[in-house]
């Protein structure tokens, strides 16, 4: 009885682990040949990218519409193939009558309230948003860099010489400044497959004509004031 006992649970227990691997996202590598840089390290240039991608710039202080835009690109990262950043995904609203958005490595995405205004559905509103997500995620922004030149922990030593940290900062102003500008067309062809997987996975319509009534509503007044 003991044994039968034992095999049942050993049979649960594989059933159980068999349909968490089956519903678990197939993850994007936590770094990899073109991005040698721990998460840790990800994240913290992504924060001084994003910081700089701030400047100047007003950000939506709207508790409810920041609230509802977290929560939609966290559906989409829910599922997607990178779902947890180093320090997890951060969504930001942008005072910006311009449709843009705008992302940096580590989870930082940007989204403008005009971008808000011109989507239609909250459907419309994860594609945007997953389309940055994807950016971020395969660090585009990255391509091209060498890990030495913008591995931040090194340049954020105290005793890092000033021109080591100088030579950081002009990196991360370049960096902001692709971010900012857009992508190449290879690159969003990538972010669109990336993100195209994502929202099919978090069960978004691709089609305008197939956006259930109830998530129009429901994008309509969670972002009331800021639309």
């Not at 701030?54 to 202080?61: A, D, F, P, Q, W």
């Given at each position: 009885?003991?044994?039968?006992?034992?095999?049942?649970?050993?049979?649960?227990?594989?059933?159980?682990?068999?349909?968490?691997?089956?519903?678990?996202?197939?993850?994007?590598?936590?770094?990899?040949?073109?991005?040698?840089?721990?998460p840790r390290e990800e994240f913290v240039y992504g924060q001084s990218i994003a910081?700089?991608?701030?400047?100047?710039?007003?950000?939506?202080?709207?508790?409810?519409?920041?609230?509802?835009?977290?929560?939609?690109?966290?559906?989409?990262?829910?599922?997607?193939?990178?779902?947890?950043?180093?320090?997890?995904?951060?969504?930001?609203?942008?005072?910006?009558?311009?449709?843009?958005?705008?992302?940096?490595?580590?989870?930082?995405?940007?989204?403008?309230?005009?971008?808000?205004?011109?989507?239609?559905?909250?459907?419309?509103?994860?594609?945007?948003?997953?389309?940055?997500?994807?950016?971020?995620?395969?660090?585009?922004?990255?391509?091209?860099?060498?890990?030495?030149?913008?591995?931040?922990?090194?340049?954020?030593?105290?005793?890092?010489?000033?021109?080591?940290?100088?030579?950081?900062?002009?990196?991360?102003?370049?960096?902001?400044?692709?971010?900012?500008?857009?992508?190449?067309?290879?690159?969003?062809?990538?972010?669109?497959?990336?993100?195209?997987?994502?929202?099919?996975?978090?069960?978004?319509?691709?089609?305008?004509?197939?956006?259930?009534?109830?998530?129009?509503?429901?994008?309509?007044?969670?972002?009331?004031?800021?639309?």
């Amino acid at each position: 009885m003991k044994r039968l006992v034992q095999a049942m649970l050993a049979g649960a227990l594989a059933w159980l682990i068999a349909a968490g691997c089956a519903a678990e996202p197939k993850r994007d590598p936590p770094f990899d040949a073109k991005s040698p840089l721990t998460p840790r390290e990800e994240f913290v240039y992504g924060q001084s990218i994003a910081a700089r991608l701030c400047r100047g710039r007003e950000l939506v202080s709207d508790a409810r519409a920041r609230e509802y835009v977290a929560r939609v690109g966290g559906t989409v990262a829910a599922v997607c193939a990178r779902p947890d950043p180093w320090d997890g995904w951060r969504f930001y609203i942008v005072r910006d009558a311009r449709v843009a958005t705008w992302s940096a490595p580590g989870g930082f995405v940007f989204v403008t309230d005009g971008a808000l205004k011109a989507c239609a559905s909250e459907d419309a509103l994860a594609a945007l948003i997953a389309q940055e997500m994807a950016h971020s995620a395969l660090r585009h922004a990255l391509e091209g860099e060498e890990a030495r030149d913008v591995r931040p922990t090194e340049a954020s030593w105290p005793n890092t010489p000033e021109w080591g940290r100088e030579a950081f900062a002009k990196r991360c102003d370049r960096a902001a400044e692709r971010c900012a500008a857009g992508w190449t067309e290879a690159q969003e062809e990538a972010a669109s497959l990336w993100a195209r997987k994502a929202l099919a996975a978090a069960g978004y319509a691709s089609e305008a004509a197939a956006v259930p009534e109830a998530r129009v509503k429901r994008f309509t007044e969670e972002l009331g004031a800021v639309r």
